[in-house]
Structures are given as C-alpha cells and as structure tokens.
C-alpha cells in the first residue's frame, strides 16, 4: 500500500516576478484562469480560425503549443515520484509542457535557469547598464515573424551601441576598447500585445588589453540626454535605410504581405495584437475594453530621463547594476529574470461577473487604464501572437561576450575568484598509484541547474527537502504510462483522467465586421 502522498502542482501559479517575489500557490493547475480558457474555448477558437479564413488554420507550431499547455503540470498526463529516505512519504510533481510562448510555468523555469547561469557563468563583475530599443507599430508586424530580418535590426542597434562605447571611450584616450552585451528579444507588452522590442544588457563601459596581457576594465560616464538622442537618430536611420533596400517599406510593395499569403489566421492575430484591436468575438476589430480608463485623458509617451523618442522609435538607458552592490548580484540577477520573463503572470489575470477575462498592468497607463479586458477566444488569439517560431534564438551575445570572441573566457572570469582546488599535498605520491584523471571540462550543459535548485533560488521552495520529517527526497522515477499513472492517481483519489476539452461551438454573431489594422 502507497503511504500518503503530498501533491505539489508544480509551479504553475508561481510569480514570474525576480528575487522576493510572491510565494508558490499550492492550487489545482486546473483551476488557473488562463487554463480554464485554454480548456473551454481552444477547439472553438481553431474551427472558428479555419472557417474565416478559407480552411487555412494556424501554424503547426503555434497550435502545437495551445495544445501542449493543456498538459503542463497535470498529473494525469504524467509526473516525476519522490520518495523521503527518513520517513518514506511521497511526493508527486507534475511534468511542464517546456512551451516557449507564453506558459507562466515553463517560462519561469527558463527565467530563473538563464538568470542564475548569466549572473554566476557570464556577466563579469562589472556595472551594466540596460537599453531597451522599441520599434514603430508598422516595423513590429513586419518583424515579428521575419526572425532574419529581426535579428538585422537587432544588428544594427547592437553595431551602433559598441560603437558608442569605443567612440567615448576614445575620447578619454583609451583605444582599442571592447565592451559586450546580451540580448532579450522580447515579444510581448504588458497587456500581452505583439511588441517586438530588444532589452540589451552591455558592460557598462570598456575592456582593454596592457602589454602584458592583462585585462582592465574602465566604467564609463553616464551617457547624456543629448548623446541619448543621437544614438537613437543614428540608429533610427540605418534601420530604415535597410528595411527600405529589403523593400519592406516600399510603397509600391505596400500591398505585399508574405505572412497573410502563408498563414493568414496569424497575420490576423499579429495585427490585431499589434492595433490593440479584438481578434475575434462579438465585435471583432474594435478595441479592447479597459477597466479604469478615462477617456479625457490621453494617453503620452514618457519623456523620463535618459529616454529618448523619435517617429515611433524610442531608446531607454536609465537602468543600471553597479558592480559592487550592497546585496551582491541579487539586483543584477533580478534585472536579468525581468528581461527574461514570460509573458504573463497568473496572479495578474482574474475573471470578471460576465466571463470576460481581465488582466492587470503592473503599472497603470497614463489615461488612467489598470485592467485590459479580454473575451476567452480573443485572449487565445493574443497568445497565439506571442508564440515565437520554433528553432528561433531569442537571447544573443555580442562583443567580448559571444561565443567566438578572443577575449570572452577572461572577461567572464574578471571579478570573480578562483575556484578552490585540493591542495598538492593530499595527493600521495606513490609508484603504484594510479595517474590523475585530467580535469572534466566545465561547459554549459556541465553546469545546466537542477530544477529543484531553481526552485529553491527563485521561489523559496524546497523540492528535495521532505516537508514532514526534513529529510532529503530522492527520485523513484518519472512516470509515463497510462496504466501506471491511473493506478497511482486512483489510489490516492485523484482525478486519472485529464481534464476534457470542451468540442467546438457557434461563436456569437459580430457586432462589427472585422478591421483589418495591418
């Protein structure tokens, strides 16, 4: 007979926020607002989809992701079992679906795991400063599906921030200096729109090489408003210049469109995401409803410091990370979890008396706006929208800090101290011993975390620590089969079957005919 069984719901619910963020909520997956969405509107949603465009659906990979979110951490579609060595209580997890998208779960998995590795393996120890290059509504649609071009443009404004660096740093007689960077290619906006914008990370000054060898780092001045400005109009021009020898902002070719050609149901999702319009619903093209809004109060671009605006184009450099910080790297490895966040947050996305859908900003608009308000097969196809296609990177290293840089493995190293080594005199030296192995190569995949790990660093939460006695949980097995989970489930009376999706049904007619905003 099975002892009692402690049911953890793996994560689901976690904030997505960084380090002291909210704690672990010990509720069924089953019963998040986003999931119960997902679960009562997705087979709706795509016939819907096929019927108004022809028969053409969404992309496999976009509908493959929907589906697989309906999976992620429940136990009837498999778990990993653990097992106390003190006390024998046990302890199921449930399997993530590892969505790239927009799944809070598996999206807070690689936050942590991309924060922790680039705070203890990467990002020297040195100050760093964030830039953030936003992009105009029109360049957003085009980029959003076209990666190669993304990542030119992406080129483009990492060229002319080293540049920047080198530049000012030549000023002060230093030549030949080096800075680096990492980029978050980052798809969404707070309401959960399509906004393709770069969150780039650099080294917060320049790297340059004595005679002998050694490497120096020189922290730079804090860049002017002026500056500021110049570099966004440098980087401005050169972005459409490109994009016009691609004849993407040809008027002549205004009309062409490869992605409506390809997947029309996704150049629907993207513009409407982009507009800030409905999808689909009862009044397709119109805009979101909002909760607090005020309709005297218009809405404006921030003006802050160190923020610069220019025909939709618009660069923000105020946030740094010295070097040496009171907490350690905590506020560095925060800054690095909020450039890697998913999407959403499901404390933030609640249910409203009529089933629509409200999300909450996490700061409000300056008209006023504190909640955006979906219904269930819009919100489906904002987050058809987020989802990246598939084999696409979307974090990036430039300068000293990409893979093939001369300098990269010393300037990781630069700051941090030296790993302890067993001393030479614990190793005896005798005829018949055997030779010393040769070091085991520290690479990546050597250092790739635990999840159980980074739930401890991000949440608080101990996995392998057993919650009745304290004694450790070791892994009995992950369980796969269906025979074997229906047992286990059945004897702990829980539900072993997953829970049905509902069958597709007529959506209420529109109120309004369908604007296309591309």
Wanted: proline share 8%; aromatic share 6%.
């Amino acid at each position: 007979m099975l002892p009692p069984v402690a049911i953890k719901a793996c994560h689901r619910h976690a904030a997505h926020a960084g380090v002291g963020s909210a704690a672990y909520e010990r509720r069924s997956p089953e019963q998040g607002v986003l999931y119960q969405a997902l679960l009562g509107h997705l087979e709706t949603f795509l016939a819907d989809a096929v019927d108004a465009h022809g028969g053409a659906g969404l992309p496999k990979f976009v509908e493959k992701e929907l589906r697989a979110y309906l999976s992620c951490g429940v136990l009837s579609r498999g778990f990993a079992r653990f097992r106390c060595a003190d006390c024998a209580s046990e302890r199921l997890v449930a399997l993530s679906c590892k969505g790239r998208g927009f799944c809070p779960s598996c999206g807070g998995k690689r936050m942590t795991a991309l924060g922790a590795e680039l705070t203890d393996h990467v990002v020297p120890f040195v100050p760093v400063r964030q830039f953030v290059l936003s992009l105009p509504h029109r360049l957003r649609y085009r980029l959003a599906y076209d990666h190669a071009r993304c990542i030119a443009v992406l080129r483009i404004f990492v060229r002319a921030l080293m540049s920047f660096y080198r530049k000012r740093a030549k000023k002060r007689g230093l030549r030949d200096g080096k800075s680096g960077s990492v980029t978050f290619i980052q798809r969404f906006g707070s309401a959960a729109n399509l906004h393709i914008h770069f969150h780039v990370i650099v080294l917060d000054g320049v790297f340059t090489e004595s005679a002998d060898g050694e490497l120096s780092f020189h922290a730079a001045p804090p860049p002017t408003d002026e500056e500021l400005a110049q570099l966004l109009g440098a980087v401005r021009t050169r972005t459409l210049r490109y994009l016009t020898r691609q004849g993407l902002l040809d008027d002549d070719r205004a009309d062409f469109d490869p992605l409506c050609d390809e997947a029309p149901l996704l150049a629907n999702c993207y513009a409407s995401s982009i507009g800030g319009r409905q999808t689909l619903g009862s009044r397709p093209g119109s805009p979101l409803a909002r909760l607090g809004h005020d309709p005297d109060t218009p809405r404006t671009e921030s003006k802050g410091r160190l923020q610069a605006h220019l025909d939709g184009f618009d660069l923000h450099a105020a946030l740094t990370v010295a070097a040496q910080h009171p907490d350690g790297r905590k506020p560095l490895e925060k800054l690095l979890r909020y450039c890697a966040r998913p999407p959403i947050a499901q404390h933030r996305l609640s249910r409203l008396p009529d089933g629509r859908i409200a999300l909450q900003l996490k700061t409000p608009w300056s008209d006023g706006t504190s909640h955006v308000v979906f219904e269930a097969l819009d919100l489906i196809a904002k987050l058809a929208a987020l989802i990246p296609r598939p084999h696409k990177n979307l974090v990036l290293y430039h300068g000293v800090l990409s893979a093939n840089a001369a300098w990269r493995s010393r300037v990781v190293a630069y700051g941090r101290l030296p790993q302890p080594t067993a001393p030479d005199a614990a190793i005896e030296a005798s005829s018949d011993a055997e030779p010393p192995k040769p070091p085991v190569p520290t690479g990546p995949r050597d250092r790739r975390r635990l999840w159980a790990d980074l739930m401890r660093r991000a949440f608080g939460y101990d996995l392998q620590t057993c919650p009745s006695c304290g004694g450790k949980m070791q892994l009995l097995a992950v369980i796969l089969e269906r025979t074997a989970i229906r047992k286990i489930l059945a004897h702990l009376r829980l539900p072993s079957e997953p829970p049905p999706t509902a069958p597709a049904r007529a959506s209420p007619e529109p109120e309004l005919p369908f604007d296309d905003v591309a």
